[in-house]
């Protein structure tokens, strides 16, 4: 089993930025593809970002796509997502998540199967 935990949420205003972490111990994340979900107050979880296990491949919602990032350090378990242009609708609560595989192109909840606590990111118009 793997332990996620997210830092780096907080309050914005519309248009600025923010950096979240994701510190992973345990099994080896190094060796899985991971991403970032998110959920607003109200709605379901919805699909952010993934990454593959060695970084060469990630995937974006259309909704963040050019202006978040995301990216992994395997040397010290960690996943980032960079988030720039930050507009009220990406107020939610951003949790990282272990894949079950190693491919970045599974977006589907179900396919991943070990989740962090989750991080609140307030965007403020």
């Known amino acids: 089993q793997v332990q996620l935990v997210e830092s780096g949420g907080g309050l914005v205003q519309a248009g600025g930025s923010l950096r979240l972490s994701c510190a992973a111990s345990g099994r080896t994340a190094s060796s899985y593809a991971m991403g970032w979900f998110r959920q607003a107050p109200g709605k379901e979880r919805e699909f952010v970002a993934a990454?593959?296990?060695?970084?060469?491949?990630?995937y974006y919602a259309d909704s963040v796509k050019g202006r978040f990032t995301i990216s992994r350090d395997n040397a010290k378990n960690t996943v980032a997502l960079q988030m720039n242009s930050l507009k009220p609708e990406d107020t939610a609560v951003y949790s990282c998540?272990?894949?079950?595989?190693?491919?970045?192109?599974?977006?589907?909840?179900?396919?991943?199967?070990?989740w962090g606590q989750g991080t609140q990111v307030t965007v403020s118009s």
């Open positions: 998540a272990v894949s079950k595989y190693v491919s970045a192109g599974y977006r589907l909840a179900t396919s991943f199967d070990s």
């Open positions: 990454i593959s296990w060695n970084g060469g491949s990630t």
